[in-house]
């Protein structure tokens, strides 16, 4: 159990255009997703928490406009890069919580790359 | 805001050795502490967590890890490892009522046949 997938695992996309990542919660309801993004050789960094229904929250220092967090169903989050630049270049990766408990586990999904040209 | 650390990025050792991956975070409340593997080309799966009651936590695949509060510390063991435990090792932390989790840098451990 606790199954999470994120679509697509790669992506390569020229500069300017927009990129959707989707991360879904197979098996179990998510009230809480988070998306990270992982740069070579470093941690992992906390995007923004998105609750099913209402806006994500973000941490500081990411641009709201540029990465777009849409969390339409208990089951389904996603983010779209924006008018990509390579910059935005990096490995994705959503994780999903089962519940609003203090203690619960976060499940994560595999990643997804993204390579602006 | 917490922060976590993990020291020796790099760890390379042979099998049947024994592998100890420190972590410690800059938080004074109360925590909730994790240890996350990233096997080659998979994602991150739990590998044990500590919420409360006995310090020491054992998970998966043999490692252990034992809480000490006063030294800020999460450190994760394994007696003898094997060439499957070849992965990158996160540890990572939550403030208490808190959704968001801190991440260490990882360690990255090779272990040799």
């Known amino acids: 159990g606790a199954v999470v997938s994120q679509h697509p695992s790669w992506v390569i996309c020229k500069s300017g255009t927009s990129v959707k990542i989707e991360c879904r919660s197979l098996?179990?309801?998510?009230?809480?997703m988070f998306w990270y993004r992982q740069f070579p050789k470093k941690s992992l960094m906390l995007m923004a928490t998105s609750n099913e229904g209402s806006k994500a929250t973000y941490e500081q220092g990411v641009e709201k406009d540029k990465f777009l967090i849409n969390h339409a169903s208990l089951t389904l989050s996603t983010l779209t890069v924006t008018s990509a630049h390579p910059e935005d270049s990096s490995f994705y990766i959503c994780?999903?919580?089962?519940?609003?408990?203090?203690?619960?586990?976060?499940?994560f999904g595999p990643g997804t790359r993204l390579t602006v040209l | 805001a917490q922060s976590v650390s993990q020291h020796n990025h790099h760890v390379i050792l042979s099998e049947a050795a024994s592998l100890e991956l420190g972590c410690n975070y800059s938080y004074g409340g109360t925590v909730n502490l994790f240890w996350y593997v990233q096997y080659p080309g998979q994602h991150l799966q739990l590998l044990l967590k500590y919420f409360s009651g006995d310090p020491l936590v054992k998970g998966i695949k043999g490692f252990e890890a034992e809480f000490i509060k006063s030294k800020f510390s999460f450190n994760l063991r394994k007696p003898s490892v094997q060439w499957s435990d070849t992965a990158e090792y996160f540890c990572a932390v939550n403030a208490y009522g808190n959704n968001r989790l801190a991440f260490g840098k990882g360690n990255q451990v090779v272990v040799i046949p």
């Open positions: 098996d179990f309801q998510a009230t809480t």
């Open positions: 994780s999903a919580r089962m519940s609003e408990a203090i203690a619960d586990t976060q499940y």
